[in-house]
């Protein structure tokens, strides 16, 4: 493991693999380790450099618990600090849920960073983020049993313990605030970008709309998953992510 600090806030990351930068930014409640266990580490390691982040507040990344801390600006410049400790100029980008939000931007506010975007459960058009302030007003074995009753499974035995060790107080922080929207001037993020949602997901047409609003981007929707169920499956879109990323290295090599 390796850390960087953003404006004093301690980030965790972990390197992995070689070839071309990937970034992958997970959800709530989970960490870098949770990239292994849903089998995208083993299928991705050979062909790209993955860079495996913690968010700050999450997995071993600094706790901090004021909620102006999480502003996404402030998040977007933590994958740039560990993308620059690295001296990597451009890289791949491929997050769900919260790992999606920060990825939406880094399109608006860091887009030159980016040589391809792949996200998502989520959307940028503004969100009420009450119901996860409502899972996590009990504590962390209330909202784990909340997201494993909404996705009819139960998490593995290690993936259960580290998400009942998160700090529920700087998880609570992070989720304090709605999350603003930030749709104006995403149609200038022309990088290629691939976005998906589960089919039950709620959020569904507003990705989808982004997708269309998008320059160079196109949508998948997975069958018959919600926006939770989805998050705890995120193995069932690894062939649209190595199939995507094939293409945009191929476009790289005729470009060139």
Request: proline share 5%; charged share 20%.
């Amino acid at each position: 493991m390796a850390y960087v600090y953003n404006h004093g806030i301690r980030i965790n990351y972990q390197v992995e693999g070689e070839g071309p930068a990937l970034v992958l930014y997970h959800g709530l409640g989970q960490d870098w380790q949770s990239w292994y266990e849903a089998g995208y580490v083993e299928a991705l390691k050979k062909d790209y450099r993955l860079l495996l982040i913690d968010s700050r507040g999450q997995g071993a990344s600094q706790k901090i618990y004021d909620p102006a801390a999480y502003g996404l600006k402030e998040e977007v410049g933590d994958v740039v600090a560990m993308l620059d400790d690295l001296g990597i100029d451009q890289a791949h980008y491929f997050g769900y849920a919260l790992g999606g939000w920060v990825g939406l931007g880094l399109a608006k506010y860091a887009p030159g960073r980016l040589r391809s975007l792949a996200i998502g459960g989520a959307q940028p058009y503004g969100q009420d983020m009450a119901p996860y302030r409502a899972m996590l007003q009990g504590g962390m074995a209330t909202c784990l049993a909340s997201v494993e009753q909404a996705a009819g499974v139960s998490l593995l035995a290690a993936a259960r313990q580290r998400f009942l060790s998160n700090d529920h107080q700087a998880l609570s922080a992070a989720y304090a605030n709605d999350r603003p929207d930030i749709s104006k001037g995403l149609r200038l993020a022309t990088m290629p970008a691939l976005l998906f949602a589960g089919a039950k997901d709620p959020l569904k047409p507003a990705i989808e709309r982004c997708a269309a609003e998008l320059p160079n981007a196109t949508f998948v929707a997975i069958p018959g998953l919600s926006h939770i169920q989805l998050g705890l499956q995120l193995h069932t879109v690894l062939p649209q992510l190595t199939d995507f990323l094939a293409k945009v290295e191929r476009r790289s090599l005729v470009i060139a």
